[in-house]
């Protein structure tokens, strides 16, 4: 008998939750075989990243996931062999007491937000006691060994470097998104929380020497974009020029398309959670708005991430993407640390490929909870 999983998502806010919990149900059944629910309160965010669902459907499967809408007032169900709550969100309790009632034993997880930090490790994995006797282990993601590892699906990194091997795949796929590249054109993505950093990026990729075309998917960043470039409103199509630097408002894409924007271009800004991962397995450059928490706890976060990414880079490439990646989360000015990090290029491309590489050797997420799921029964 196929074990049966139920992935419970709460959408606080964007993209993320939803994000990463479709990523993984959708991993857990082609790859693992499993029969998965995803259970998803807020049915508009699940269809902005699978368009072809149906907001109105309570129940349907969508590549292979059975997905289910979580109403307010809960109706029972048989609960799963393994239960996920995503990110700490608040399971039913009538679910709860059913799945202490049920004969043969659940595992609950909880799967933690990605982090960097050192303490991860040591708490990965850990069950703590419910009460009703039951008890819930924590999964944390992350970047080393003795956590769970990263949402990567078998054959991404080979579909990805035969794509970026391919220039004829990324023409057709920049053509099927609208986008003709000015010859010579550096091409940038931009996937970003409102940021009063942005005007002083544009006006450095304004002045610089060399062309950009920067391509951005619809989204919070587009009223900053908007007060720097002035003019009538920025809708999806909107094609601008400024000195080097054009700018082109992409749809929101799906999260396929999203993986060949980010393999397309030689630089992507990502934010949050699920975009950030992603650009370290399009093996380019990268620069992450990390989401904001209370009493700057965030930017514990990102140095933490610098610290373990930048290790084997140059004094002044360090420098730069620090300084750069410090500025576009503190709201500063980037211009300078842009400038110093184009100095660092090719070494920046290489480290970001090895980085992928080396990840990717890493076990990734599904197959860690797969196997965490064996090892407890
Ligand atoms: O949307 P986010 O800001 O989500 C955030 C983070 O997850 C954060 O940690 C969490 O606390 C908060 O939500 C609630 O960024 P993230 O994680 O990158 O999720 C965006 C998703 O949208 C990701 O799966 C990629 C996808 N995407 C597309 O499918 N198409 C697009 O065009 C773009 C720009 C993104």
């Not at 009223?223 to 408002?249: E, F, K, M, T």
């Amino acid at each position: 008998m196929r074990a049966t999983w139920d992935i419970f998502c709460s959408v606080v806010d964007n993209y993320g939750d939803i994000g990463v919990t479709w990523r993984l149900a959708r991993q857990l059944v082609a790859e693992h075989g499993l029969a998965v629910r995803l259970w998803v309160d807020d049915a508009q965010a699940f269809v902005r990243l699978c368009p072809q669902a149906d907001p109105q459907q309570p129940t349907q499967k969508q590549q292979g996931v059975e997905v289910r809408h979580w109403p307010v007032d809960w109706l029972p169900v048989e609960p799963a062999d393994v239960v996920i709550e995503a990110f700490a969100c608040q399971l039913p309790q009538s679910y709860i007491t059913a799945m202490a009632a049920r004969e043969q034993k659940v595992l609950w997880l909880n799967l933690e937000y990605l982090s960097a930090e050192a303490w991860v490790a040591g708490c990965h994995a850990l069950p703590s006691l419910q009460a009703g006797g039951l008890s819930k282990f924590f999964f944390f993601p992350g970047f080393t060994a003795g956590t769970g590892g990263l949402l990567r699906e078998r054959d991404l990194i080979a579909q990805r470097q035969a794509f970026q091997a391919d220039a004829q795949a990324r023409h057709a796929f920049l053509r099927s998104v609208g986008v003709s590249l000015p010859a010579g054109a550096r091409l940038i993505s931009l996937f970003a929380y409102e940021n009063t950093a942005l005007a002083s990026w544009l006006d450095a990729l304004a002045s610089s020497d060399q062309p950009t075309q920067l391509l951005v998917p619809e989204g919070r960043i587009l009223s900053d974009l908007h007060a720097w470039l002035g003019g009538p409103a920025l809708q999806v199509g909107a094609v601008r020029q400024r000195g080097q630097l054009y700018v082109q408002v992409l749809p929101f894409l799906s999260q396929e398309q999203y993986d060949q924007l980010l393999w397309s271009c030689d630089f992507n800004a990502v934010r949050g959670e699920d975009s950030f991962v992603r650009a370290q397995w399009a093996g380019r450059p990268l620069l992450w708005h990390i989401y904001q928490q209370a009493d700057d706890a965030h930017l514990e976060k990102l140095d933490a991430f610098l610290a373990i990414y930048q290790a084997g880079l140059s004094e002044g490439a360090q420098a730069a993407l620090v300084s750069l990646w410090h500025a576009w989360n503190q709201g500063g000015s980037v211009a300078q640390s842009w400038n110093q990090l184009l100095q660092h290029g090719p070494e920046l491309s290489a480290h970001a490929d090895a980085w992928a590489l080396q990840q990717a050797s890493q076990v990734d997420l599904a197959a860690a909870l797969v196997q965490f799921y064996l090892n407890w029964l």
